[in-house]
């Protein structure tokens, strides 16, 4: 076990995808699961029957990260009901992809509302909480399209994942003297929902020249993400982990 009996995490975007993956993956290593939703509350209830009834324990919380009040209110029951918070990971995301001649200021915005502020808003609050206890560990899940630019028609998106990089960076700067750390992980080409809407033809292209001849899977950017908010990475923070096959060939 990664965790000591009575840590508490938080998923933000837990119901689907990397953050399913990840919530499960915590609660595996011990970790009370709390699985942060904005619509999906089928799959969050679904995400909390399998940790469940593989023997850990979790609940389902129903907050928009982008609306600052739903923030505050799911951070004020968890203080409530734990009185502390070990782990933060920031998984909640949306893209909306748009050739940029012919993107609204609206559709630009958007992905930023959610991946960025919605960012800023978790991390504000977990830090409050965490400076308490002097201690906590916060993941951001960023993507290599934050490094790299993206696909044609991602520039909101690239520019939201590119933005929580350097946030994230900040934050470690503002945290490291409450011994909390702040991490990166910037995930490739993984088989999520998101990247199903990608057209088969650029995906399948894409993945043939993944170095390692494939895409990644979100059990495996989970595995990164648990590692990085346990004690087993004490010594790392303000790091960005690329996980994305090798790259490309």
């Not at 990089?165 to 910037?186: D, K, M, Q, Y």
């Amino acid at each position: 076990m990664l965790f000591a009996e009575g840590s508490v995490a938080l998923v933000t975007g837990g119901s689907r995808g990397i953050g399913r993956a990840v919530a499960l993956d915590l609660a595996r290593e011990g970790a009370h699961v709390i699985v942060n939703y904005a619509r999906s509350e089928r799959d969050a209830k679904d995400v909390v029957a399998l940790i469940q009834e593989s023997g850990g324990s979790a609940e389902a919380v129903r907050a928009d990260v982008a609306d600052e009040d739903a923030v505050r209110q799911m951070f004020r029951g968890i203080r409530a009901d734990h009185g502390r918070l070990d782990v933060l990971v920031t998984s909640a995301g949306l893209t909306l992809d748009r050739y940029l001649i012919t993107m609204s200021q609206e559709q630009f915005r958007t992905p930023l509302d959610v991946n960025v502020v919605g960012t800023f808003l978790a991390c504000r609050e977990a830090l409050r909480l965490m400076q308490n206890q002097k201690r906590g560990s916060i993941v951001t899940i960023s993507s290599t399209s934050g490094l790299d630019g993206g696909f044609p028609g991602q520039t909101n998106y690239v520019a939201s994942k590119g933005a929580i990089i350097a946030f994230t960076s900040a934050l470690s700067n503002e945290a490291a003297p409450h011994g909390i750390r702040a991490n990166v992980v910037a995930p490739g080409f993984v088989a999520t929902d998101m990247t199903r809407k990608v057209p088969t033809d650029i995906r399948k292209q894409y993945e043939s020249r993944i170095r390692l001849g494939r895409m990644g899977r979100p059990e495996e950017i989970a595995s990164i993400v648990s590692f990085l908010a346990s004690d087993k990475a004490s010594y790392i923070s303000g790091s960005v982990i690329v996980a994305h096959g090798g790259g490309l060939g």
